[in-house]
């Protein structure tokens, strides 16, 4: 039998065991999705210059994903409307976990930890009663669902976590969806897209909509600055040949800022804002469009577009060291500065809509 001096001592020594982190898992800088030249899709860890640490298998086409912030844990996302979402262990690439929305939902492809890492937080859409949900799940307990409420509009897509207040940031598209008519948007003449700031309980603290002209721009991405602005990515829905800003800025209790609308320059996304970012010191904000194939990049105190970079297929971004790093869905992996674009890496596979950084 264990003596009790031994198991004391025991405890003691669990206590003191290193928990595993992100550096056991090789400190990867980014997650991405992706597809593989023989269309298996995954879920991969790329260094900062785009160099492929890890990589596991998915069952379908993902979409984004959310990286636990103590743990080398990831959670892949299926695109909309999917219905898994794979939690992995980044060391091993063991499954720890596949997750399912409840019958009559379906996910919308983004999720987010709360800041201790003890839930879980997923966008999810009812389909039934066009109503957007934000699932909960326990983390700490097998990922075990726990709760669901209003995400405080239709169509809920990206989510963030606000500078300042304890809670999420939600894009609320807009645009109802049902499985049964595919990815087809059924409500464009009454679409209301709008910026929710919940509680972790559910309660709206505040929400953004924008200007009644502008109601088929649907919020889809989000991006939050140190000092609690949020910028937003937009997908218009309307005449392809409108000229109408991709990206704003919203801070809470002011009405919203939207980025180079005078510029014709905006025509060259296609109406179609896939990830957002801000530059590491948020002096800019960069927003992608794999429909244009340009990365447009504006000053963020006068919205002015500064920069228009060109790439095939561009959609993830995430800030770096030197402004912004970007991937496509040709597999390359750039660095974009004032000086200009430069590949780091080209991978064999094709990556998916975003690039999530772990810092």
């Known amino acids: 039998m264990t003596s009790r001096r031994g198991f004391l001592a025991g405890l003691m020594a669990a206590s003191l065991a290193p928990q595993a982190s992100w550096a056991s898992a090789g400190s990867p800088a980014f997650l991405s999705a992706g597809r593989d030249a023989g ?122 976590l606000p500078r300042g207040a304890p809670g999420l940031v939600v894009a609320n598209g807009g645009i109802e969806t049902h499985p049964d008519s595919g990815r087809a948007k059924l409500n464009l003449p009454s679409m209301r897209p709008n910026l929710s700031y919940l509680s972790f ?5 505040e929400q953004m909509e924008l200007p009644r002209e502008l109601h088929l721009n649907s919020i889809r991405h989000l991006a939050v600055r140190a000092d609690g602005a949020v910028g937003f990515a937009m997908q218009w829905q309307g005449d392809p040949g ?11 209790g002011n009405a919203p800022r939207l980025m180079a609308e005078e510029d014709a320059r905006v025509l060259n996304m296609n109406g179609y804002g896939g990830s957002v970012a801000f530059s590491a010191d948020g002096t800019r904000i960069g927003v992608t469009s794999p429909r244009g194939g340009v990365l447009q990049v504006m000053d963020t105190v006068s919205g002015a577009l500064l920069r228009e970079y060109r790439m095939r297929d561009v959609c993830g971004l995430a800030p770096s060291a030197g402004g912004f790093t970007a991937s496509t869905g040709s597999g390359q992996v750039f660095a974009i500065s004032d000086a200009g674009q430069h590949r780091l890496h080209c991978a064999d596979l094709a990556w998916d809509n975003h690039l999530i950084p772990l810092h």
């Open 39 to 160: 269309g298996a899709f995954l879920l991969a860890g790329l260094t900062e210059t785009g160099e492929i640490l890890f990589r596991h298998p998915l069952p379908g086409r993902g979409h984004a994903a959310a990286a636990h912030p103590r743990r080398p844990e990831a959670v892949a996302f299926a695109r909309r409307p999917g219905r898994f979402a794979d939690v992995i262990d980044c060391r091993s690439g063991a499954a720890i976990a596949r997750l399912e929305p409840p019958a009559g939902h379906h996910f919308y492809g983004h999720g987010i930890f709360s800041p201790d890492g003890s839930r879980l937080f997923t966008t999810e859409n009812h389909y039934e009663t066009a109503r957007g949900v934000i699932g909960v799940w326990d983390a700490a307990d097998g990922y075990r669902r726990i709760g669901a409420f209003s995400s405080g509009g239709i169509g809920p897509h990206d989510m963030a």
């Open 201 to 205: 309980e559910g309660g709206i603290q």
């Open 242 to 252: 409108e000229q109408v800003p991709t990206a704003g800025l919203h801070r809470p």
